[in-house]
C-alpha cells in the first residue's frame, strides 16, 4: 500500500529553520514526483515546492528560503526551511504523482497518496 507520513514539524521563532520529512512506504520515489503543499486555518491548500526527474520547483513566496531534497536509499523527501516567517505558519503535508513532472505551478489536484500533515507555527 502506498503511504507517505510527514515529521519534523513544530513551533520555531521567526528568523529560524526547520527541516520536514516525507518518508514513502510502498514505493520507491524513482518514479514519482514528491510534492509539499501548506494549508493555513481559513485558507486554500498551496503548493510550496516539488521534486521530480524533471528538476524542483517551488512557490514564488519560498524562493531562496525552502530548499527540497530527497534520499533515495531512505525513500524520503526533506523540505529545508531557513528563514521563517510568520505567514509560513501552516499545516505542511506531501503528496506523491506517478510519472508527474514538476513545473512552476504546484497544483494539489495533480497528486494523490497524501499524507496527515505536520504542524509548523512560527512565532515569536
Known amino acids: 500500500q502506498l503511504q507517505v507520513a510527514e515529521s519534523g514539524g513544530g513551533l520555531v521563532q521567526p528568523g529560524g529553520s526547520l527541516k520536514l520529512a516525507c518518508a514513502a512506504a510502498g514505493f520507491t520515489l524513482d518514479f514519482y514526483a514528491i510534492a509539499w503543499f501548506r494549508q493555513a486555518p481559513g485558507k486554500e491548500r498551496e503548493g510550496v515546492s516539488c521534486?521530480?526527474?524533471?528538476?524542483?520547483s517551488y512557490a514564488d513566496s519560498v524562493k531562496g528560503r525552502f530548499a527540497i531534497s530527497k534520499d533515495n536509499a531512505k525513500k524520503t523527501v526533506y523540505l529545508q526551511m531557513n528563514s521563517l516567517k510568520p505567514e509560513d505558519t501552516a499545516v505542511y503535508f506531501c503528496?506523491?504523482?506517478?510519472?508527474?513532472?514538476?513545473?512552476?505551478?504546484?497544483?494539489?489536484?495533480?497528486?494523490?497518496?497524501w499524507g496527515r500533515g505536520t504542524q509548523v507555527t512560527v512565532s515569536s
Open positions: 503528496a506523491a504523482a506517478l510519472d508527474y513532472y514538476c513545473s512552476a505551478n504546484i497544483d494539489p489536484r495533480n497528486f494523490g497518496n
Open positions: 521534486l521530480s526527474s524533471s528538476g524542483t
